[in-house]
């Protein structure tokens, strides 16, 4: 497998915990990793190979106009690695228009694919992960790319989780099929078409809503990068306001903290489950090569997880898989 | 104040839960009560008064059609009494649809406002609450509904929370103002101008992210009926999955439970708050009278929330804040 290339100025604690996460990676996962980065990153780098770049796209840029015009940019250069047969996948956790636009623009799409969706697995708290797709590469969305997004969640889903026929739903406001506004009602009319996820492995069953995002009812859940974005940061942000409650709660007596105590081995894997580092980030699906895009905070587990899930996509064959997916 | 229609065949647990809370909010608040039901409702209904309606609108049936056939229905007939001045306001915890429909085709729209929508009070696990609108009533809008939802929304919050100069945000996919879909652009465009929310007394703060909602960021949160929709469900389906396994994890040994036990005086107020139960239920905005729609799920406490909402948007004179408030 050819080295996996990591951008080592992305992310709100790099280079540091970038590094820091390649380096645990290379020695824990035993996988080859090219860092691409700006000099100053090469005496954190030790032996790890690093590709100069001499540029960096800031967290908050215009993606399209940053990757048109800085060329030798960290984000630009990583894509052209995987482009060139450098690298065999890129990670980052910069600025996620930038990293997207990047790697459509050098990679290009797998052929017949006509938008490229972000994938985000959310942890189920009950076990498990649904797929949300298109979780923001796409704020305004044709019937036919929803039809596309359920096709390479399906085939994402098979590979990276290993279910057998992913259940594909379709987010909507009501369970019925006429539920929703015109793109969700022409979308349904696709998805529900003979055949239309057989290439895929998938099933569709319908339309789901909000609260079915975090239950084992969908695997997989389609929708507008506009819609999917609100979706899963609201979702974030619910959580997080609760656990940070749930934390005061427990810290505001001697009692409480004793009694939080006893409960930590209980709720320790769940605290784990929901937390970003763990879930290794979101994959962008229909790019002509593996793209993961990790959260903005990721530290060094994180960084593992990322690598540990481009690893299994390129040795899973995951670009072939998709392209034989919307093959129709 | 003239007596507040209640939908005694409407939700879950009709009707005998929503005879008893409207039993109890009759004793507990002093508030006259109607009721709105089917034959059967009498013996349940002690001494309390009852409209005759021969039809019930089902939970999953069409609204339009609904409300347009079933003349005699129990939503219909109440929406019939507080457009006749025989009743305040009107609560039904039955079909959202119909009930939106018969308020909308019987009470008639406040003058000037385009479209009614739906305002959903998030709890906010710090404290206070979130006003999200539309929250399911338009599944497609147009950038001047927006405008109106942000007046209407900033009025609702001065009426039922007393803020002064409620902050009022655009929900989108980042904060910059260019962000979102076309919608959100223009809708941007509109909150942003010198004026706005003048006569509403609120302040355009711009763009928030799905994450901002169960913050005291923000106080209204403005959107089309389909994303709020999916937000909204998403944050309750979070909820619900988290508090499960949280409860699992609680009951997981004797241990667990003890240690459980000595935290439940900290986190009652929190689960507290979470509960659909004392919410009081969602407000319709702009249909010229008071109208509630309550959780399908609501027992006797959700009814008498309910009910005292209703009854402070009587005598805080909402519909008429409202009208003033759009008006440009």
């Known amino acids: 497998m050819l080295p996996i290339a990591i951008d080592a100025n992305g992310g709100d604690r790099s280079p540091a915990a970038i590094v820091g996460g ?28 690093l590709i100069e770049a001499s540029e960096v796209i800031a967290m908050d840029a215009d993606p ?56 985000t697995p959310l942890p189920v708290p009950s076990g498990g992960h649904t797929v949300l797709l298109d979780a923001g590469a796409n704020a305004e969305c044709q019937p036919d790319w929803l039809l596309q997004f359920a096709q390479m969640g399906a085939a994402f889903a098979r590979a990276r989780y290993g279910i057998d026929e992913p259940r594909v739903g ?12 015109a793109l969700r009602k022409d979308a349904y009319g696709l998805l529900a078409a003979a055949g239309a996820l057989d290439a895929a492995g998938g099933r ?8 079915d995002l975090l239950t084992d009812d969908v ?18 942000g619910g959580m997080k306001a609760l656990v940070s409650r749930l934390l005061e709660a427990f810290g505001a007596s001697d009692e409480a903290r004793a009694a939080a105590d006893v ?10 489950s929901l937390d970003p580092e763990n879930t290794g980030g979101a994959m962008l699906l229909g790019v002509d090569g593996v793209c993961i895009i990790s959260h903005g905070s990721s530290g060094e587990t994180a960084v593992v997880n990322a690598v540990r899930v481009a690893r299994d996509m390129v040795e899973g064959g995951m670009v072939d898989a998709l392209a034989a997916a919307i093959a129709t």
Do not use: C, H, W
């Open 22 to 49: 390649a380096l645990r990676a290379r020695d824990e996962l035993g996988v080859e990793i090219v860092l691409v980065g700006t000099p100053d990153v090469a005496p954190l780098a030790g032996d790890l190979p």
């Open 64 to 119: 399209g106009q940053s990757v048109r015009r800085m060329k030798d940019s960290t984000l630009v250069r990583a894509a052209e690695a995987v482009r060139d047969g450098r690298a065999s996948a890129m990670i980052s956790a910069g600025n996620t228009g930038a990293t997207m636009a990047s790697a459509l623009l050098r990679m290009g799409r797998i052929s017949g694919v006509k938008r490229p969706a972000i994938a």
């Open 170 to 181: 379709l987010l909507s406001i009501g369970e019925e099929p006429g539920k929703g506004d």
């Open 204 to 211: 569709f069953i319908g339309n789901v809503e909000g609260r």
């Open 219 to 236: 695997d997989v859940v389609v929708t507008d990068g506009f819609t999917g974005n609100v979706a899963l940061k609201s979702l974030e």
């Open 263 to 272: 409960l930590m081995p209980e709720l320790l894997p769940l605290y784990s």
